[in-house]
């Protein structure tokens, strides 16, 4: 079984003093657990997977996008692995600690979740047809439940993509999410938790 080991930094983003900065690290290791979002900070997942090392830095210029649920993290948590399985979407990332969840990187081609790729991805196009219809995709898609106030939760999904055509030489193209995904994955874990608790 392939295992994936989990830690969690927080590094200071340019232009926040010192002090400020130390206090805000300060305050999310006391915590414990997964702190939550706070601003000027960069709160980065470092995951060490089959000899190498990702790194997440949850930010949206990363690809990163965070939706609202209306249900509790652990009954939001318990869902990935159905919805994962509805998406279509091998998991070879579980940390329950963290409340972590996805796939570091697999292969499609032409469909995902039960959609053509260009219905959630851009890559371009080629003499008018979409490079990610008729190009290899990788695609690497990764989860974190977050504890949020009320008793409620949020879901934050960091995709990465590129294509590459299988059948000519050359490099890959990088492909943007449109967020159809990402929203698809947080409806279904609203639904399936939703079930579970009937």
């Not at 590094?11 to 000027?40: D, E, K, N």
């Not at 939001?76 to 990332?93: K, M, S």
């Not at 690497?140 to 879901?155: C, E, F, H, T, Y």
Request: net charge neutral; hydrophobic share 40%; aromatic share 6%.
């Amino acid at each position: 079984m392939r295992t994936a080991v989990v830690w969690r930094s927080a590094r200071c983003l340019p232009g926040i003093a010192l002090l400020l900065c130390s206090a805000v690290i300060s305050a999310s290791a006391q915590g414990g657990g997964v702190a939550p979002t706070v601003a000027h900070e960069e709160e980065v997942t470092h995951i060490a997977f089959e000899g190498s090392t990702m790194d997440i830095a949850w930010t949206r210029d990363r690809g990163v996008s965070e939706h609202k649920l209306l249900i509790p993290a652990d009954q939001a948590y318990a869902a990935f692995p159905t919805v994962f399985g509805e998406l279509g979407i091998d998991p070879n990332i579980i940390f329950t600690k963290e409340m972590l969840f996805g796939n570091a990187g697999a292969t499609y081609r032409h469909t995902i979740a039960k959609e053509r790729l260009s219905h959630f991805f851009d890559c371009g196009q080629m003499l008018g047809v979409s490079t990610a219809d008729t190009y290899e995709m990788w695609i690497r898609i990764i989860a974190q439940v977050v504890p949020a106030d009320g008793g409620l939760s949020k879901v934050r999904v960091e995709v990465q993509a590129n294509a590459k055509a299988s059948d000519r030489p050359g490099g890959s193209v990088r492909c943007q999410s449109n967020g159809r995904l990402e929203q698809r994955m947080a409806k279904l874990l609203q639904e399936a938790a939703a079930g579970k608790t009937k």
